[in-house]
């Protein structure tokens, strides 16, 4: 068995400051990206609102369902500060943009346009953070992903160190632990149930 | 009085810096009069905030306009009860708000540790002084609340409508309560760190400061849902917005810790992992407040930008540099020889709920940060909403719901072959008998099914062990059933409290899996025009237009759609929505106009109702959903909510002097009582 040593730390502070530094030399990256779910000056009134209007498809007719539209309205993010989406916005918030954007959205719909093609229009004239969720592909494939690699690890991780810890056991490490006999005779019993019961202290 | 609060902001920062000052000296030196002095500044420091506060009440009763603060959220026709609430209702008021909190915890956690723990006191008043300066300064320095306008303006500015809610009364305050809370179980592993004393005590000292911020952030989210769902008039409760992912965070670092613990306390194992949790929890509700008050993300909850935010991004950083400090030079501190006799045992399961919960609080921050991370490294915006979480964490949280079910089943140390299927076997019956059931009744939605099969699963879990509790106490004692549940229940509070938790839970997730069937329905009704449509579980509504009102009230404008129900031809009454101008006292509109749901609330389902606008001059636009399960979800809060309670209940004397005689007896006896009570 172990025993620790107080007096001595088991990371030196130099590789402690070492790793600090890297991290604090990355910080910069980051703040510079601050502010970055919204279109820059965005508001509640609508500033910044895009019409994202296409002439019809030649002999349209809507393709898209009612609720196969609010659907599609339900990938689109609203730019004010709502955090919602346009679908969801429009009816509860006092915004400029998510009752515009429905309409873009009915006119596109009505000019035969697929649900595919009218988030791309969006993306077009807002930019990709106009979806609800980025695309799973390139590093937003990442992002998606790394929640469920961290667990993944974390997992084995675990897996591992039961392992290693079922060894400790079958080795004997804490010879000292064992567990307690669970047998009472009946007068352990009757005294218990005395004792519970009040009448014993 | 309000001069007397000011002055007393800056003694109480004073008084503070005094209390961080001598106690980590008393400490380091050995010095007990240090350490006494420095306890009574945090008593001072308590007093002085108290009564800044008392100040700043004051300014707002009085509506005292020549303050800055008070004339930004205030106004001569607020009701008086969000006059009240006002004073976290802005940054300045909520900051002070916190250190109030915060100095009666400090003053709490010194008194109650008077005569125990003296060897962690000083760097525990220390630390929890320490961080109480970091909020006074920042509150005196950046976010004065007695900060003054050059002019004395006629009327204040009121308050957001979305803000004049109940919830308003009820959601911030509890939820301060449960992240302020945080900081004492961090003191604590802060001085365990320091003193090197990383035994049983300190853990033992913090459970139960755990448990009430675990408490009231259980209370404060589910508040804060009910607010959101009856006043921001989208239809949901959650919406993961950024501030909202903020307070989840904690919470569920915090559910972790509180499981592993459980590990530490019987087995001696995840001494690191302990320390680590109880860390992260409070380094991430300092990150919610920074999230919410420093404007790099934003939110609809947030506050404004403001120059706080720097502070505490600063000290975000200091306080994750100074505890990864301490974490990592004390490891070999941490160190336990650790033996698993199997891998199906209790502690294995209680592993894996904590990698769910920390994966879910991971997930949770990475989605919340991940825009920022996506720009810095692309340099392209990129938005992450609902379809990432959901995505994400419904499957994470439908793994948690089993283990909730399985771990109670599974026996400490190791659980045999023989035991297993006698433990598994009612509740899998449960789980399958409501699965086949849902099936043949044309239930398709794949997670709804799911969270439905694991719930039954789980209440068969829970059932089973009150029986099993409730039988062996009947038949050692010969207690007849209500008396034994209620002795089985009240003499095991900790365990049988977090089985109502776990049922909570289970109602909770029911609840969310009912939105599944959700149906939303846009119209457009003129006076007499009915609106026909089927509910989730086909019953037909029958929608009738009373037409638009409109009307004035104390401090606001107010048009109104009114709807005549009925279902299946029976009437239901009458369902408002309201959209509000308010004004200020001399009838000039405040803010943007606001809605009021229309809400018919029942066991089954809500109709809910959005009055969207009026087209032309008396049709009404309006978004009508029949929202099925959400009483549930609120239910699931308060049986979590009153789980907490009976988990956090001090036990009786009685209790006491029955421990101390079974301690008199020999083990055998009392492992023989706890395996009859465990039934296995």
Request: contains cysteine; proline residues 5%.
């Amino acid at each position: 068995m172990t025993v620790p040593n107080p007096a001595r730390p088991c990371v030196e502070r130099r590789g402690f400051l070492i790793a600090l530094g890297g991290v604090m030399a990355s910080l910069p990256a980051i703040a510079a990206a601050q502010d970055a779910n919204t279109l820059p000056g965005a508001t509640m009134g609508g500033d910044g609102y895009i019409p994202v209007r296409r002439p019809p498809k030649p002999d349209a007719a809507a393709i898209l369902s009612r609720a196969e539209r609010d659907a599609a309205e339900r990938k689109l993010a609203c730019p004010c500060p709502c955090t919602l989406d346009v679908f969801t916005c429009r009816t509860s918030m006092p915004c400029g943009f998510s009752p515009r954007m429905h309409s873009d959205v009915v006119s596109l719909a009505e000019g035969g346009y697929s649900e595919a093609e009218i988030l791309a229009f969006f993306e077009e004239e807002y930019g990709e953070v106009v979806r609800m969720a980025p695309r799973a592909q390139g590093f937003n494939l990442f992002g998606w992903l790394a929640p469920f690699l961290a667990i993944l690890t974390g997992g084995l991780l675990i897996m591992w160190m039961l392992r290693g810890w079922k060894r400790n056991a079958a080795d004997g490490a804490t010879s000292d632990v064992h567990p307690l006999p669970v047998d009472a005779t009946e007068d352990e019993m009757a005294r218990l149930d005395r004792a519970v019961r009040g009448e014993e202290r | 009085m309000i001069l007397l609060g000011e002055l007393s902001l800056w003694i109480a920062l004073l008084m503070t810096g005094w209390a961080a000052t001598v106690s980590f000296a008393g400490g380091r030196l050995r010095r007990p009069d240090l350490v006494a002095s420095g306890e009574r500044a945090i008593y001072a420091s308590t007093v002085f905030v108290a009564l800044a506060s008392a100040g700043l009440i004051t300014a707002l009763v009085t509506h005292d306009f020549s303050l800055r603060y008070v004339a930004s959220y205030t106004s001569a026709n607020l009701p008086f009860v969000y006059t009240i609430t006002a004073f976290w209702g802005g940054q300045a008021g909520s900051m002070l708000f916190w250190c109030l909190i915060l100095a009666i915890y400090a003053a709490i956690a010194v008194f109650s540790n008077r005569r125990s723990n003296r060897e962690l006191m000083p760097w525990v008043t220390g630390t929890v002084a320490a961080v109480l300066f970091f909020f006074l300064l920042t509150t005196a320095l950046k976010s004065n609340q007695f900060a003054r306008l050059d002019f004395l303006p006629p009327d204040g500015r009121g308050m957001n409508p979305q803000l004049q809610n109940p919830g308003m009364a009820a959601h911030p305050p509890n939820l301060y309560l449960g992240l302020v809370a945080t900081t004492i179980p961090f003191a604590f592993a802060v001085a365990a760190l320091i003193t090197r004393r990383l035994d049983g005590a300190w853990l033992a000292a913090v459970r139960r400061w755990a448990l009430v911020s675990w408490f009231f952030l259980t209370v404060g989210i589910v508040l804060g849902m009910w607010w959101a769902y009856v006043e921001l008039g989208w239809g949901g409760y959650w919406a993961w917005d950024p501030v909202e992912n903020s307070s989840l965070l904690p919470w569920l670092t915090g559910t972790a810790f509180l499981h592993s613990i459980m590990v530490q306390e019987k087995r001696g194992m995840l001494k690191k992992w302990n320390v680590v949790l109880v860390i992260a929890t409070f380094l991430l509700s300092i990150l919610g407040t920074f999230i919410t008050r420093s404007g790099v993300i934003t939110s609809v909850h947030s506050f404004a930008q403001s120059p706080v935010g720097a502070w505490f991004g600063t000290f975000l950083l200091l306080s994750i540099i100074a505890s990864s400090y301490l974490v990592a030079t004390r490891l070999r501190d941490l160190e336990t020889p650790v033996e698993l006799e199997s891998m199906v045992s209790r502690e294995a399961a209680f592993l894996y709920n904590n990698l769910l919960l920390v994966g879910m609080a991971f997930s949770v921050l990475w989605g919340t940060l991940f825009p920022i991370i996506s720009e810095a490294v692309r340099g392209t915006k990129i938005t992450v909403g609902a379809p990432f979480f959901n995505a994400v964490n419904v499957p994470l949280g439908l793994l948690l719901l089993a283990l909730t079910g399985i771990g109670p089943l599974i026996a400490w140390r190791k659980a045999s072959t023989r035991n297993l299927k006698r433990q598994f076997a009612v509740p899998l019956t449960a789980g399958v008998v409501m699965a086949a059931a849902l099936l043949a009744l044309g239930m398709r939605d794949g997670y709804a099914l799911m969270t439905y099969s694991l719930g039954a699963f789980v209440i068969g879990t829970i059932a089973q062990e009150f029986y099993k509790g409730v039988n062996a106490r009947r038949r050692m004692y010969g207690e007849g059933a209500p008396s034994a549940f209620v002795r089985l229940v009240s003499r095991n509070r900790r365990r049988y409290g977090g089985y109502v938790v776990h049922f909570g839970v289970v109602v909770l997730f029911a609840g969310f899996a009912g939105m599944a069937f959700r149906e939303e329905f846009d119209i457009n009704l003129e006076p007499g025009e009915s609106f026909t449509a089927a509910d989730p579980y086909g019953d037909e509504w029958r929608f009738t237009s009373n037409g638009v009102s409109v009307y004035e009230t104390l401090n606001r404008f107010t048009t109104a759609s009114a709807l005549d129900m009925q279902r299946n031809g029976e009437p239901q009454g009458l369902l408002v929505s309201e959209k509000r101008q308010y004004v200020d006292t001399f009838g000039n509109p405040t803010f943007e106009p606001s809605t009021e749901v229309g809400i018919l609330s029942t066991w089954r389902q809500d109709v809910y109702l959005v009055f969207v606008g009026v087209t032309g001059t008396e049709t009404a636009e309006v978004r009508l959903t029949f929202n099925p399960l959400v009483m549930w979800v609120w239910l699931g809060g308060a049986l979590m909510a009153i789980g907490g309670l009976i988990v956090m209940w001090p036990q009786a004397e009685r209790r006491k002097a029955q421990s101390g005689y079974m301690a008199s007896l020999s083990p055998r006896v009392a492992e023989a009582e706890a395996r009859a009570l465990e039934g296995v």
